[in-house]
């Protein structure tokens, strides 16, 4: 394979971490729930989630499987079906709202207001149409222009993400490609329409880890280059920390904690953040015995009342009361820094942080 | 892909090959009197002998086989009292029974299997896809319900009650004769029309189930949802993106299901009276015509094998990732 020259994660400028911050937000999630009804009772998938987030910025969305995350990015895209969702609260995409749109309104903003790629690019492509029919598909459902301009664009997308030889490789099936190359298109085909806002969905989840350096670099040479607003989701510490601007830590359909990288990954404030570190093995050194978070999520059919983390939290008894199980702590700054908020009872989780958490890290 | 063919065609033949052999083996061993058949209730012993020396069926079993193969390839001569008959390549005998070339009696009966089949077909993949379609993208509605247990009905109802039932109570439809499709395309259509609505119902069932699973299956795929964050229309979300691919199964099936059709439509055409094929055979056995069954054989074998290289050679055709070079 003929890419270019593979970049070591570490030097990659991070220039667009200081950029953008005090913006106009271009993406506001203001108290999203989503709900599924099935039979056994209400699927709570997304409580009451707010963030926002503005052009040139990068937020990574980290949870485990099932905290909320795909969905409530699959809800800024209107990709629930809305015979089995229920969506309620506000998402604005470039001061539009997004919850309660027509099924053609939702088209006319998919691909052109925010675009998405998706974990798997092998399932993701379809396989009996080219790569180059599939991201002209794209172009032409917002572009009225013929097929021999959209295949130009096409060709020229391709190249831009770093595809060698596009005019020919316009032709081939996504079999004929590389996992990393059909990554590269999917992002090809997402940002044909210039979205001013980006969805990746674990983008690099599928993908070895040389490769998955290269997704990450082109993601933000693009964004550089498009000036839009990325929305990254991972479960991956090690990509947020190379990638994010912000973190916003979810656990069972709620927002946890939420802030700048350097602050969330340095000095975190909620129990389950800190139990996230503790359970990335440390690559050199000693050996040492990982320090996992006991219990398992909860269903998001009966979400524990109170703080959700409560049952499976090692430090609940020092809240005085019965706090944890009864109340549910809003999403607040609770240090100096008014960037930078968690969802937690605990009074000095800085101090707690620094005397209980930190000395197991590696 | 030439190559590939080829290739195919050979083991084809071979396949063709045995089937001959073990279908005339069973037929040899079986008890029968052909010449007695032929020679008819007022037989001399003199006239039996003559009708069997001049079939050949004194001969021993492998030159029997031998004459038969050989006048497939060039042709055969029939010595009848003296009067020498030639029957030219590919040349299946003559039939006992009805004294005439089988490749005559093949010859009309394949169009009106053909007619029957192909007709049915039409009917049950137009019927079966839509409603495949339509019941797996509102599942779990009633109208999905009300599909699927429809399907269920009509498939558990044996293909040949479903033609008499057809028979007896659709006597609105025109009366069901063959009239070849060259002479006259509106009487050849009309007089099909019953069989091809039995056909057509019996299979539409089947073909909307494997239609509804393949498209659930179909739209559940992450590129599904890839081609609806495009921002294209629904529709064409579901029947280009979609359907496409929930068609190269269907597709498969449709293949070897057309093959066993057109090799047995006998209730059809029995039920329907319509020479085809599958009459003719179940004739043929009533009265041990041996060429004429063994005629029936070639037929069926001939068109199983050239079905499945068809359905492979189409499948390439479907799914890229199984294009050769």
Redesign the interface.
């Known amino acids: 394979m003929s890419e270019q020259t593979v970049r070591a994660p570490q030097t990659v400028i991070r220039t667009a971490r200081t950029r953008g911050a005090n913006e106009e937000p271009y993406l506001e999630v203001d108290d999203l729930q989503v709900q599924f009804p099935t039979a056994d009772g209400m699927v709570r998938a997304v409580q009451g989630l707010s963030y926002s987030l503005p052009l040139r910025r990068t937020l990574a969305i980290v949870g485990e499987s099932g905290s909320g995350k795909s969905v409530s990015s699959m809800a800024v895209m209107g990709l629930h079906d809305t015979k089995t969702a229920r969506i309620s609260g506000s998402i604005k995409v470039g001061g539009t709202q997004i919850v309660g749109m027509s099924q053609q309104e939702l088209q006319k903003f998919r691909g052109v207001g925010a675009s998405m790629i998706f974990q798997d690019p092998q399932s993701s492509l379809h396989p009996y149409f080219t790569i180059g029919d599939q991201i002209m598909e794209s172009y032409r459902a917002h572009h009225n222009v013929t097929k021999r301009k959209a295949k130009a664009r096409a060709i020229d997308m391709l190249g831009r993400v770093g595809i060698p030889n596009p005019t020919r490789r316009v032709d081939n099936y996504p079999h004929e490609f590389s996992g990393g190359m059909r990554q590269r298109a999917m992002i090809a085909m997402a940002l044909v329409n210039d979205p001013k806002l980006l969805i990746a969905d674990e983008p690099t989840t599928a993908l070895d880890v040389t490769v998955q350096a290269q997704i990450l670099d082109l993601i933000s040479d693009l964004q550089r280059d498009f000036g839009s607003a990325v929305v990254f989701i991972t479960h991956d510490l090690g990509v947020v920390a190379e990638i994010a601007d912000d973190i916003l830590v979810m656990y069972a359909g709620n927002a946890i904690e939420h802030g700048p990288v350097d602050k969330i990954l340095g000095s975190p404030q909620h129990p389950y953040t800190w139990g996230l570190l503790e359970s990335i093995p440390a690559l050199s050194g000693e050996p040492q015995p990982l320090h996992p978070i006991p219990g398992s999520p909860p269903s998001l059919l009966a979400v524990p009342n109170g703080c959700a983390f409560h049952p499976r939290c090692e430090y609940r008894e020092r809240v005085s009361g019965d706090l944890c199980r009864t109340l549910k702590p809003d999403l607040v700054s609770r240090s100096a820094d008014p960037g930078r908020k968690s969802r937690c009872h605990l009074k000095e989780p800085d101090a707690v942080f620094r005397t209980d958490v930190l000395p197991r890290l590696p | 892909m030439l190559l590939y063919i080829l290739r195919r065609l050979l083991s084809a033949f071979s396949v063709v090959v045995v089937t001959l052999v073990a279908s005339f083996a069973l037929f040899f061993l079986a008890p029968s009197d052909p010449a007695g058949v032929i020679c008819g209730p007022k037989c001399t012993p003199d006239r039996l002998h003559d009708i069997e020396s001049s079939l050949g069926l004194d001969q021993p079993a492998a030159k029997q086989l031998g004459l038969y193969m050989k006048g497939i390839v060039l042709g055969r001569d029939y010595d009848q009292g003296g009067t020498v008959q030639h029957c030219s390549a590919p040349c299946l005998g003559y039939s006992y029974s009805l004294g005439q070339p089988v490749t005559k009696l093949l010859g009309a009966a394949l169009p009106v299997t053909i007619s029957i089949v192909l007709g049915g077909a039409l009917v049950y993949l137009t019927i079966g896809i839509l409603a495949g379609t339509i019941a797996a993208q509102v599942r779990g509605t009633p109208l999905d319900r009300i599909t699927v247990g429809t399907t269920m009905v009509v498939n558990s109802i044996p293909y040949f009650v479903v033609a008499v039932l057809v028979a007896l109570y659709a006597t609105f439809l025109p009366h069901s004769e063959y009239h070849p499709f060259l002479d006259n395309p509106l009487l050849w259509a009309t007089g099909l029309l019953s069989a091809w609505l039995t056909l057509g119902i019996t299979n539409a069932a089947a073909y909307s189930r494997y239609a509804r699973a393949s498209m659930i299956e179909s739209l559940g795929?992450?590129?599904v949802?890839?081609?609806?964050?495009?921002?294209?229309?629904?529709r064409r979300v579901v029947y280009r993106?979609g359907l496409?691919?929930a068609l190269?199964p269907v597709a498969t099936i449709f293949g070897i299901d057309l093959a066993i059709q057109l090799t047995g439509a006998i209730f059809t055409e029995s039920i329907f009276g319509l020479p085809g094929i599958g009459l003719l055979t179940l004739r043929a056995f009533g009265k041990y015509d041996l060429p004429v069954l063994m005629g029936g054989v070639l037929v069926g074998a001939v068109v199983l094998v050239v079905m499945n290289l068809v359905v492979d050679i189409v499948y390439t055709f479907?799914?890229?990732?199984v294009r050769l070079g």
């Open positions: 795929q992450d590129f949802r890839t081609a609806r964050s495009k921002g294209i229309s629904e993106h496409r691919a190269t479907l799914d890229p990732r």
